[in-house]
């Protein structure tokens, strides 16, 4: 019974997007009508959305990639825990922030 129910629901659906492509609804939609020239209307319209999901995956990425790497929290990361590999917020560094005048003897220190 339920496979019947899905054969039904697919054929309408088919049907459906082949009366769209076949008006030009959706064929207006997707740009393949051509109307200014080679895949204008395309990337005009809905392959837009392509550059835009790009642009908000890769600010997703980069969030993931140095944020804080305490299980759950969402602060970005700016220190390494000396003797591991990891990458952690302020919050959780197990040091205090160093002054200015250790980073000042630090920096000379590392000069000559």
């Known amino acids: 019974m339920r496979g019947a129910i899905w054969s039904l629901l697919a054929a309408v659906a088919a049907s459906l997007v ?3 492509v076949a008006s030009g609804t959706l064929g207006h939609f997707f740009g393949l009508d051509n109307l200014s020239g080679p895949n204008y209307g395309f990337w005009s319209g809905a392959g837009s959305d392509i550059g835009e999901i ?3 995956a890769g600010a997703i990425a980069i969030y993931r990639r140095h944020n804080c790497h305490v299980q759950g929290c969402w602060r970005l990361q700016w220190k390494r825990v000396p003797g591991t590999e990891h990458f952690v ?3 959780h560094h197990p040091m205090d922030a160093p002054t200015a005048q250790q980073v000042i003897d ?4 590392a000069c000559g």
């Open 106 to 109: 630090d920096h000379h220190a």
């Open 18 to 20: 082949g009366i769209g």
């Open 54 to 56: 790009t642009i908000i």
């Open 89 to 91: 917020c302020r919050r």
